[in-house]
């Protein structure tokens, strides 16, 4: 089965560190660049960082440079976002999701995992 | 950063009537490869986003032919020739020309 699964959110102090998850599955999972994208609640989807296929290219929204980073491990088949500093603003919904260079989009998402900053 | 403005934000229709949402670009997506770097998301109500055009125009797997995309530049749409009711949710352009990758803000299409 095509799907990937987010995992590791929860709720943390601001100024802390998080490591979120994305498991691949049913796809060669080293063929794809992969995003992150979020979500706060009620608002609208603001991309958050990009990885290559190979790991050898990283980019990220100015809102999270220099605080999160985007990390792959194929033997694994699993993406990472190891977030640190963490703000009030950073509170969303986190999907992971898959970059098709045929179609030249985002053309599988995962269900997303929550976190939330709060004292 | 490109900036994409959607319009409306908000789109009530009478089901089997048609629906069109604009999303305008702040500079041209067009990719130097000769595609269109403009796709179009559903996000339903409870669910994760999912792709409905890609390239500006193509409907990705198992869309509905009623989708369409169309525009060039900076001007896109997206039209729903008869609306259903399974069409509900939050509509989402997103240009992937060059990083950042930039949404709109959304267009929220409801049943009347």
């Known amino acids: 089965q095509v799907q990937l699964v987010e995992s590791g959110g929860g709720v943390v102090q601001p100024g802390r560190s998080l490591r979120l998850s994305c498991a691949a599955s049913?796809?060669?999972?080293?063929?794809?660049?992969m995003h992150w994208v979020r979500q706060a609640p009620g608002k609208g989807l603001e991309w958050v960082a990009l990885?290559?296929?190979?790991?050898?290219?990283?980019y990220y929204a100015d809102s999270v440079r220099g605080r999160f980073t985007i990390s792959r491990d194929n033997s694994k088949n699993t993406l990472y976002l190891q977030m640190s500093s963490l703000r009030g603003e950073d509170t969303a919904v986190y999907s992971c999701?898959?970059?098709?260079?045929?179609?030249?989009?985002?053309?599988?998402w995962g269900q997303g995992t929550m976190v939330t900053v709060s004292s | 950063d490109i900036v994409m403005t959607q319009s409306p934000l908000s789109l009530p229709v009478t089901p089997g009537e048609p629906a069109s949402i604009s999303c305008r670009s702040s500079q041209s997506l067009l990719h130097s490869d000769g595609y269109i770097s403009l796709d179009w998301y559903l996000q339903k109500p409870g669910q994760s986003p999912h792709l409905l055009i890609y390239?500006?125009?193509n409907r990705a797997s198992g869309v509905p032919d009623r989708f369409s995309g169309s525009g060039s530049g900076t001007d896109f749409t997206l039209k729903i020739s008869r609306v259903e009711a399974e069409d509900v949710g939050v509509y989402y352009c997103m240009q992937g020309l060059q990083t950042p990758y930039t949404f709109g803000q959304g267009t929220k299409l409801e049943i009347k």
């Open positions: 049913g796809f060669t999972f080293n063929n794809y660049g």
């Open positions: 999701a898959r970059y098709s260079a045929t179609y030249h989009a985002l053309d599988l």
């Open positions: 390239s500006g125009s």
């Open positions: 990885i290559w296929y190979d790991g050898s290219n990283k």
